[in-house]
């Protein structure tokens, strides 16, 4: 019997720096598989369809909808976007461990429907560095700002609904957290204590 991959979902405010977690976990975990979103807004300069983003028509999206195709969705300023189930369940019953970054209602949303998932939230080392991050992008108004620090502030409380949290203060030191919450979830007996019983027995018979 194949052994399941993992569905690592992880989730934090913006500005604690999990996209750059994310791209240096994948860096160090080749085998992890990233999942690939689908979305009716067109494509942008350079994005490729299967790669960045499944570009798909919105009677497609939404009568995927209607079918339950997707772990989670979200209509966010007239396009929607969404986790198509197939893709990440193959990956899975392959043995391939799936990585989603997402927003934390994507993550709950998927929660519901696959307990299973790893949950991670990123958590910023203070609140004063979290704000200083996003300032420092300098790309926004100080209304912007305000704004999304707000907003920070109460998406912290989710923080409960998952199973783990990281803090980012080095992103090195965040990563490798997070490949030994991986290496534990690998050894949970009521994960797969089974398989392994099964495998050993098989051996004796042999």
């Known amino acids: 019997m194949m052994k399941k991959g993992l569905l690592l979902v992880i989730s934090g405010p913006s500005g604690t720096g999990k996209g750059t977690v994310c791209k240096e976990l994948l860096k160090r975990e080749k085998d992890i598989k990233i999942s690939i979103s689908a979305t009716t807004r067109k494509p942008r300069d350079g994005e490729v369809n299967g790669i960045n983003y499944y570009f798909v ?3 497609i999206f939404e009568s995927q909808i209607s079918k339950g195709e ?22 899975i019953d392959k043995g391939n461990d799936v990585l989603l970054e997402i927003d934390i209602q994507g993550a709950l949303q ?20 979290l704000k200083k991050r996003i300032v420092g992008r300098g790309t926004e ?6 704004k999304r620090f707000g907003s920070a502030l109460g998406e912290i409380d989710y923080v409960r609904e998952y199973d783990y949290f ?32 099964s495998r050993l027995k098989e051996e004796i018979l042999c």
Do not use: W
């Open 57 to 59: 028509d919105q009677d």
């Open 110 to 129: 998927i929660k519901e429907k696959y307990p299973k998932g790893v949950f991670i939230f990123i958590l910023p080392p203070s609140m004063k560095e």
């Open 166 to 197: 990281v803090i980012n203060d080095e992103v090195e030191e965040a990563v490798e957290k997070i490949r030994s919450i991986i290496r534990a979830e690998k050894c949970k007996v009521k994960e797969n204590i089974e398989e392994i019983i």
């Open 141 to 146: 108004s100080e209304e912007a700002i305000s």
């Open 70 to 91: 997707f772990f989670e969705y979200a209509k966010v300023y007239d396009h929607y976007y969404g986790t198509p189930k197939k893709y990440v369940m193959d990956e």
